[in-house]
């Protein structure tokens, strides 16, 4: 980023800056955390124009943490800051939640599958039953295996 295309120097207290440039992009300035001199600091806060200074209130801990991992994200090309996703522990009742589903599932999978394979050969049941049937087991069997796919996708063991 060019000096010249800096539309905000965010400063704060403790020595941090965020560069913001026209164009979108910003740099994050952690001397604590990369080891930056207070030379090179001085050059920076000097090479920006003085109205498109901001000067800011201290952080707090949490704020200088997720401001880390907003410029590893400005790093890769994203101009947004990065979000990452919490994912909870999995709770006792969640995990008898998932065997039980779990189970079902795929009990009720195993009959779908067999009625599938050998429902076909029955020549009491015509094609347009035997598909019907088919499609309502299988469908069954996805409704089963959902309540444990949504345990499984939104919790982490441990």
Known sequence: MLYRACAALLSWP???????????LSVEVEPGEYGIDAHTMATIDAAVPPSAVVRLPPRQQR????AGAASAGDARGSAGAVQRKTVARRTGGQTAMLVI???????????????????????????GEWAALTVFLWAVGA???WPAVRVVRSTRRG
Request: net charge negative.
């Open 14 to 24: 403790d020595g941090g800056r965020r560069l913001i440039g026209t164009d979108g």
């Open 63 to 66: 704020q200088r943490q997720s």
């Open 101 to 127: 589903f779990g189970l079902l599932a795929g009990l009720w999978s195993l009959l779908a599958l067999s009625y599938t394979v050998f429902g076909v050969s029955d020549p009491e049941t015509s094609t």
């Open 143 to 145: 409704l089963l295996a």
